[in-house]
């Protein structure tokens, strides 16, 4: 076998949609369970599947990424309201500007997951701030990678290696 054959590259975008593609695809499973997603009323199993297929498709590609050195924050859980975010690295909402949206979980408005609720960061302090909505189609996912330096890199793209 052959070291590619070993190596997962996608972008940070790619692994947003699979996770979002797995939700998406549980939905029926968890309504025949009568496990509710939507979001006012969302069932503790439900969260515990989400988070699961969040790591699987988000956390652990993006653990596994070449480019990590050994002293990277870890990736902040998916549905879960922090008030800062000096311990984490994030999934950012706009790659061009990672303080601005960093995506907490999805929420149902006209369809299932059709848009992501973000909080914004300020860069000096690292505490959130406003909690807004963004429609799934203009998030532009990257990571906001940091590191226990203080050091922090926006990485568009990974390469998985198992």
Same mark, same amino acid.
């Given at each position: 076998?052959?070291?590619?054959?070993?190596?997962?590259?996608?972008?940070?975008?790619?692994?947003? +949609?699979?996770?979002?593609?797995?939700?998406?695809?549980?939905?029926?499973? !968890?309504?025949?369970?009568?496990?509710?997603?939507?979001? &006012? #009323?969302?069932?503790? +199993?439900?969260?515990?599947?989400? #988070?699961?297929?969040?790591?699987?498709?988000?956390? =652990?590609?993006?653990? =596994?990424?070449? !480019?990590?050195?050994?002293?990277e924050l870890p990736l902040a859980r998916y549905d879960i309201d922090l008030d800062?975010? %000096? !311990?984490?690295?994030?999934?950012?909402?706009?790659?061009?500007?990672?303080?601005?949206?960093?995506?907490?979980?999805?929420?149902?408005?006209? @369809?299932?997951?059709?848009?992501?609720?973000?909080?914004?960061?300020?860069?000096?302090? %690292?505490? &959130? =701030?406003?909690?807004?909505?963004?429609?799934?189609?203009?998030?532009?996912? !990257?990571?906001?990678?940091?590191?226990?330096?203080?050091? @922090?890199?926006?990485?568009?793209?990974?390469? @998985?290696?198992?």
């Amino acid at each position: 076998m052959d070291e590619a054959d070993d190596v997962y590259r996608a972008t940070v975008g790619e692994l947003f +949609d699979n996770f979002r593609c797995a939700l998406l695809t549980i939905l029926p499973l !968890a309504d025949r369970a009568k496990i509710n997603y939507r979001d &006012a #009323e969302t069932h503790r +199993d439900w969260e515990r599947l989400a #988070e699961v297929m969040f790591d699987v498709f988000l956390r =652990s590609p993006i653990d =596994s990424d070449r !480019a990590v050195l050994g002293r990277e924050l870890p990736l902040a859980r998916y549905d879960i309201d922090l008030d800062d975010y %000096l !311990a984490v690295s994030w999934l950012a909402s706009n790659a061009d500007s990672p303080h601005r949206g960093a995506m907490v979980r999805f929420l149902s408005q006209s @369809a299932p997951f059709d848009t992501v609720q973000v909080v914004d960061i300020d860069p000096v302090t %690292l505490r &959130a =701030s406003r909690r807004r909505t963004v429609p799934v189609g203009e998030i532009k996912p !990257a990571l906001y990678r940091r590191r226990e330096s203080g050091e @922090a890199t926006v990485v568009i793209e990974i390469e @998985a290696v198992e």
